[in-house]
């Protein structure tokens, strides 16, 4: 029987993309795969550029017989489809791993529209759009409903209707096996945040959490791991400094500071501590966190974004409008964690199977199906 063909093109790669996209074709090994991806860097010219790069060096490529084509919502699919006619002939699922309207604006590119049209004008010309959380996909619908009622020209509601009829299908998540030891409950606690060290990530909360633990000297071993790039947010420098007051006045060995390369040597990490901590003011999914939560880690989140649609109430933490204030109610978790453990009574119930296995597996396949009108079944 003839592989079903997919073409999948990714316009800005940034690692959250690549694990989607190499986990989809884990899940579907049987189904043949083209992809196009482009290099995570130069933002606005990536998002606005991305047609016209494919167009003219991908062509052949993009020219080839496919059944199904899947791109993500920073491909100029409007575009794309002007410059290669034969793609719009093509069942196309727009995936949306995150969207620029709820972006915090920090950014020098902030009065910039194009990363906001580019997605929604792709949006409307795909056949099937999916987010990959309820929380991504009901801030793009009250963004775009915004951004439409700014703009001169008045537009029929139609535009919105087309846009609620999108789908949840989050990033799946690898099955993974058990921790095999316990935390011993006399030492330290030891956590972890492991995200971009970007300032969407949440540096100012981290830095007041980690002034806050090396002034009370808690019993706290933190290791600020994650992707980095040549500019890193100022925050990042004192609370390198911090840790190390922190582990000399408390004979506490240094957590780990910087990107873990190995996979590996991540992977044992996470398995090696007890608590995930996010500080994100902008997390669609939080990849980071469910991969911590999958090798035993008790996550402690903010109160809201993507947190709250698998992360239980008693391991969140209420976000003030102070960043003193959050600071102050993260504190107060990790001295409750600290308690847990010496109790033996800190423990991970997370319960992420609904991103694993057959159920998202299922998820895909019936929007792929849909699509095609024909089944994909593997």
């Given at each position: 029987?003839?592989?079903?063909?997919?073409?999948?093109?990714?316009?800005?790669?940034?690692?959250?993309?690549?694990?989607?996209?190499?986990?989809?074709?884990?899940?579907?090994?049987?189904?043949?795969?083209?992809?196009?991806?482009?290099?995570?860097?130069?933002?606005?010219?990536?998002?606005?550029?991305?047609?016209?790069?494919?167009?003219?060096?991908?062509?052949?490529?993009?020219?080839?017989?496919?059944?199904?084509?899947?791109?993500?919502?920073?491909?100029?699919?409007?575009?794309?489809?002007?410059?290669?006619?034969?793609?719009?002939?093509?069942?196309?699922?727009?995936?949306?791993?995150?969207?620029?309207?709820?972006?915090?604006?920090?950014?020098?590119?902030?009065?910039?529209?194009?990363?906001?049209?580019?997605?929604?004008?792709?949006?409307?010309?795909?056949?099937?759009?999916?987010?990959?959380?309820?929380?991504?996909?009901?801030?793009?619908?009250?963004?775009?409903?915004?951004?439409?009622?700014?703009?001169?020209?008045?537009?029929?509601?139609?535009?919105?209707?087309?846009?609620?009829?999108?789908?949840?299908?989050?990033?799946?998540?690898?099955?993974?096996?058990?921790?095999?030891?316990?935390?011993?409950?006399?030492?330290?606690l030891s956590m972890v945040w492991n995200h971009r060290w970007e300032f969407d990530k949440g540096p100012e909360l981290l830095l007041a959490v980690v002034a806050a633990i090396e002034a009370q000297k808690l019993p706290v071993q933190?290791?600020?791991?994650?992707?980095?790039?040549?500019?890193?947010?100022?925050?990042?420098?004192?609370?390198?400094?911090?840790?190390?007051?922190?582990?000399?006045?408390?004979?506490?060995?240094?957590?780990?500071?910087?990107?873990?390369?190995?996979?590996?040597?991540?992977?044992?990490?996470?398995?090696?501590?007890?608590?995930?901590?996010?500080?994100?003011?902008?997390?669609?999914?939080?990849?980071?966190?469910?991969?911590?939560?999958?090798?035993?880690?008790?996550?402690?989140?903010?109160?809201?974004?993507?947190?709250?649609?698998?992360?239980?109430?008693?391991?969140?933490?209420?976000?003030?409008?102070?960043?003193?204030?959050?600071?102050?109610?993260?504190?107060?978790?990790?001295?409750?964690?600290?308690?847990?453990?010496?109790?033996?009574?800190?423990?991970?119930?997370?319960?992420?199977?609904?991103?694993?296995?057959?159920?998202?597996?299922?998820?895909?396949?019936?929007?792929?199906?849909?699509?095609?009108?024909?089944?994909?079944?593997?």
């Amino acid at each position: 029987m003839k592989k079903k063909r997919i073409l999948l093109l990714s316009a800005y790669d940034a690692i959250s993309h690549q694990l989607w996209r190499k986990r989809l074709k884990q899940v579907f090994g049987s189904y043949q795969w083209t992809e196009l991806c482009l290099a995570p860097r130069h933002f606005t010219w990536r998002v606005r550029g991305n047609s016209l790069i494919w167009a003219t060096t991908q062509r052949e490529v993009l020219e080839q017989d496919y059944d199904l084509l899947i791109a993500t919502s920073m491909v100029d699919l409007s575009s794309l489809r002007g410059f290669v006619p034969s793609l719009a002939s093509i069942p196309t699922l727009l995936y949306v791993h995150e969207n620029q309207f709820e972006y915090p604006q920090n950014r020098s590119d902030r009065k910039n529209v194009e990363p906001l049209l580019v997605p929604l004008y792709a949006a409307l010309c795909a056949d099937t759009v999916a987010f990959n959380s309820n929380f991504n996909r009901s801030s793009f619908l009250k963004g775009a409903a915004s951004l439409l009622s700014k703009l001169p020209e008045q537009f029929p509601s139609s535009i919105m209707t087309r846009l609620n009829a999108s789908v949840v299908v989050p990033v799946p998540l690898l099955d993974s096996s058990p921790r095999l030891t316990a935390a011993d409950s006399n030492s330290a606690l030891s956590m972890v945040w492991n995200h971009r060290w970007e300032f969407d990530k949440g540096p100012e909360l981290l830095l007041a959490v980690v002034a806050a633990i090396e002034a009370q000297k808690l019993p706290v071993q933190l290791h600020v791991v994650g992707q980095q790039f040549r500019e890193q947010p100022i925050e990042f420098k004192e609370i390198n400094n911090l840790l190390d007051s922190h582990a000399k006045s408390t004979n506490i060995e240094r957590g780990l500071f910087g990107f873990i390369e190995d996979i590996n040597d991540y992977t044992a990490l996470l398995e090696t501590c007890d608590v995930v901590l996010s500080t994100a003011i902008h997390d669609f999914q939080g990849l980071a966190i469910q991969e911590a939560c999958l090798k035993g880690c008790v996550p402690l989140t903010p109160d809201d974004l993507a947190y709250p649609e698998y992360i239980p109430k008693k391991y969140r933490y209420p976000v003030q409008s102070q960043i003193a204030a959050t600071a102050d109610g993260v504190i107060d978790q990790i001295k409750n964690y600290c308690e847990l453990k010496c109790q033996g009574e800190l423990v991970c119930d997370v319960n992420l199977s609904a991103y694993q296995g057959d159920k998202i597996k299922r998820l895909y396949q019936a929007e792929f199906d849909k699509l095609t009108h024909a089944s994909l079944i593997d």
